[in-house]
């Protein structure tokens, strides 16, 4: 065993640089295999939508989202402000003089069994 570890010893301390030719037909063949690769494009960065733009995708696009804040706006305009108008067509549709009209009267009443 003493004769193996000092021959591997030897051949250990003994350092072999590859030949020109050896090195030559390496590359040649590393050039060779590099050219059938393709080329990695660099990853693209895509910006993240900002908070409205995912609100819009929410409401089904902007077009949708302009519509649902329209009709917000009209609806607070008929809770607050009240036009005349509104009066004359509650007016109509009940056929006597509205003050207040409940158009979402108690759950209670939608239950009771006659």
Do not use: C, H, N, Y
Request: aromatic share 6%; charged share 15%.
């Amino acid at each position: 065993m003493d004769d193996l570890d000092d021959l591997l010893t030897g051949a250990k301390a003994v350092s072999m640089p590859p030949s020109d030719a050896l090195m030559a037909r390496v590359l040649a063949d590393a050039a060779t295999v590099q050219a059938g690769f393709v080329a990695v494009r660099p990853a693209v960065v895509v910006a993240r939508a900002g908070w409205l733009a995912r609100l819009a995708a929410v409401f089904g696009g902007a077009g949708s989202l302009a519509g649902v804040s329209a009709a917000a706006v009209m609806g607070l305009v008929f809770g607050f402000v009240q036009p005349d108008g509104i009066g004359a067509v509650a007016d109509i549709w009940v056929g006597s003089d509205v003050a207040q009209l409940d158009l979402m009267p108690q759950v209670d009443v939608l239950l009771a069994e006659e």
